[in-house]
């Protein structure tokens, strides 16, 4: 079964305008990573954010994250059609020497030039 | 490039047959995990290994095996293969364990026929 739910499945917008998804989990972690995946490839990590932090910015990124409501969200800002993607968040849970990275169901997001 | 190298990039097979997937984790990356990607399953983890040692257990079935040699370099290893096997299979690999970004290799698409 899947920690993370994504939402909504799919997100359709223009260019220039923000995008958001959000991420729910189940279980108490240790930390909420975000990636992404081009159609058929491989997934590429973009942010990482520890449980003890509620904001990280990384360029166009933004990711907040909600403990007490087990939420985070992905906000990339000024959307370009090269961003049509799909993104995932995945959950860590466990120790340092143990534990596994738990992907959501994703995020299709298409930016329509 | 994420410099995590996976092969083959096609593999087609009949039900029955036994193949392995190959896997070498990007320089300097002691950690290595196998995901398996479907349509209906979504991005499913199997197993993690680190520095040769198994660490983490996921979905993975008992028909299904994998192993980290010395070099770091790991395989996969599908038996009895059903239609159902038929999937996008990721290897990942990361530094440490939990807190380090996962970097991916372009996949596996395995066609079970």
């Known amino acids: 079964s899947q920690q993370g739910e994504e939402d909504p499945q799919a997100l359709s917008i223009q260019e220039g305008e923000n995008a958001t998804m959000n991420c729910s989990y189940k279980t108490s972690i240790n930390n909420l990573q975000w990636y992404r995946q081009n159609s058929g490839r491989g997934l590429v990590h973009l942010i990482l954010i520890r449980s003890n932090e509620r904001e990280k910015h990384s360029g166009r990124l933004r990711v907040t ?8 969200s992905l906000l990339i800002t000024a959307s370009r059609a090269a961003d049509t993607a799909s993104y995932f968040c995945a959950t860590w849970a466990g120790g340092t020497s143990y534990g596994k990275l738990t992907f ?6 298409t930016v329509h030039p | 490039d994420s410099g995590v190298t996976q092969t083959p990039k096609h593999l ?3 039900t029955g047959q036994r193949v392995t997937l190959r896997c070498s984790p990007r320089s300097g990356d002691l950690s290595v995990y196998w995901y398996q990607q479907s349509l209906d399953q979504g991005l499913q983890f199997l197993i993690q290994y680190y520095n040769g040692e198994e660490r983490a257990k996921g979905n993975i079935l008992e028909r299904f095996s994998a192993q980290q040699f010395p070099d770091l370099h790991s395989e996969l290893n599908l038996s009895s293969l059903e239609l159902g096997d038929s999937a996008l299979y990721f290897c990942a690999s990361s530094w440490g364990q939990g807190d ?9 698409r395995l066609t079970v026929t």
């Open chain 2, 100 to 108: 380090s970004p996962l970097h991916f290799g372009n996949g596996t």
């Open chain 2, 12 to 14: 087609i097979t009949a």
């Open chain 1, 65 to 72: 994250l909600d403990t007490s409501k087990k939420s985070s």
């Open chain 1, 104 to 109: 959501g169901q994703g995020t299709i997001l």
